[in-house]
């Protein structure tokens, strides 16, 4: 059912978007249409998000700040906001695994503290981003992956209450595909979903992942 899993993913993706915005301060508002937020949403995070296709774009872009900096996530990859001063940014696709067999990857580490928050943020990057109300937050998991001397080499965070969203992962070594099936293992009897871009699809895809149709990113210039 891949509509209904890009509908779950997109929804889960708005939470995420809300979560990290009410982080920061900002009230979002979230109706069948579409969630957004009235003023600007903190770096890498869009503005608005939609929740169903065939969303009215006028209508939409009055819900948000929609001027130069402004950023819209097409989730069904139909809207035209070129008339309004927007350009496509991005394309990616969104992704989804289904409960999977016992894992036979190690699953990623819990960060509970803001000091341990501040060292992952500070790997991942981005640091003022990631605030410790994130860790207060039931439906967010941040989630590092260590090495041998328990340095942080990677991470990624699960939110929602299922299907779970992976999001920001990342990685300092040479093999992404490890902390996707890393992440898999953290949750392997739970839906996951996502988005990624290429070539970062490839080891998403290596480690079970399907995708379940396009979204697109406009940036007002």
Wanted: glycine share 8%; charged share 20%; with cysteine.
């Amino acid at each position: 059912m891949p509509m209904d899993a890009r509908v779950a993913a997109a929804r889960n993706n708005a939470e995420w978007c809300d979560i990290v915005c009410g982080s920061h301060g900002l009230t979002g508002r979230t109706d069948a249409d579409a969630w957004s937020v009235p003023h600007r949403s903190p770096p890498w995070y869009p503005d608005a998000v939609t929740l169903r296709p065939g969303v009215d774009a006028e209508v939409l872009l009055t819900r948000i700040d929609a001027g130069p900096g402004a950023s819209v996530k097409d989730s069904f990859a139909d809207l035209d906001l070129s008339g309004y001063g927007f350009r496509v940014l991005f394309d990616a696709q969104w992704i989804h695994r289904p409960p999977s067999a016992p894992p036979v990857d190690a699953p990623l580490a819990a960060i509970t503290t803001p000091d341990e928050l501040a060292s992952w943020a500070a790997v991942h990057g981005g640091e003022e981003l990631f605030r410790p109300a994130l860790l207060a937050d039931p439906r967010v998991r941040v989630l590092a992956r260590r090495d041998v001397r328990g340095v942080i080499i990677g991470g990624a965070v699960l939110s929602g209450d299922g299907p779970y969203g992976v999001s920001n992962l990342f990685t300092r070594t040479d093999n992404p595909r490890d902390v996707w099936r890393a992440v898999c293992a953290t949750l392997p009897d739970a839906p996951l979903v996502g988005y990624e871009t290429a070539p970062d699809l490839t080891p998403a895809l290596s480690a079970g992942f399907t995708t379940t149709g396009p979204l697109r990113v406009w940036l007002h210039a």
